[in-house]
């Protein structure tokens, strides 16, 4: 790859790669500037026929390219609040196309940022005509990302299937433990030493995707159930956008069920 770079007249200048000796593949992320005159179509073409040999999977993609992003929310603002901050002074490389919920009140958060905002209320007992309404916002802004902002549903194994590898969740704890309602109440009852939160990709299984990025503080006896929700919404919001941050940058390699960040 390097030499491929320096016979194209290119710089190098940032380089990581991962050699995964159980799976036998190769994981490689580079950033480089293009000489005067680059030709992309020709760089492409070069590259492809190189990679040949070595079964190579390859994407290129400009530094400043932003991607369309959605986001699902529920009622808590936290995450939210923090991605569309990040977002405003440039510190997340991202469009946000439209924020989706099946509640009305974080409309005001979005509209003060002039984001749309899409309310579909659920009706438990006709869970698939929200989900279509969800999937036409997602399909009509040509977002590439979904991101899960503490998105209190379960979505169902055909939205999941669709936005596999693409749509990021955030779960409120260290996988797998203390799922459901409660979670820092069932962690103060365990009387944990540790709390933290799990950002990571769907599938089928809840909360049991490809991890992307963890976040942990540690806590003692002396720390009551909303000193635990406390600590929790500043991890989560940290640890969802790091992960959210290693997407857009193009860090995150899906291999198999665990993922490879460069």
Known sequence: MTRFLFEQGCYVTEHHSFDDRLSGRFFIRVEFRQPDGFDEQSFRAGLAERGQAFGMIFEL????????????????????????????????SMDVAAVVSNHPDLKPLADWHQIPYYHFPL???????????VWQVIEESGAELVILARYMQVLSPELCRKLDGKAINIHHSLLPGFKGAKPYHQAYNKGV???????????????EGPIIAQGVEAVDHSHYPEDLIAKGRDIEGLTLARAVGYHIERRVFLNANRTVVL
């Not at 993609?61 to 992003?69: D, G, L, M, S």
């Not at 009706?123 to 309404?133: F, I, L, V």
């Not at 030493?193 to 909360?207: E, Q, S, W």
């Open 193 to 207: 030493k540790l709390v933290g939160a799990t950002a990571h990709y769907i599938n089928n299984d809840l909360d």
């Open 123 to 133: 009706d438990p007992n006709d869970k698939p005509s929200q989900e279509r309404q």
């Open 61 to 92: 993609t400009a530094p400043n390219y932003r991607p369309k992003v959605v986001i699902m929310v529920s009622k808590a603002d936290h995450c939210l609040n923090d991605l569309l901050y990040r977002q405003r002074i440039g510190q997340l």
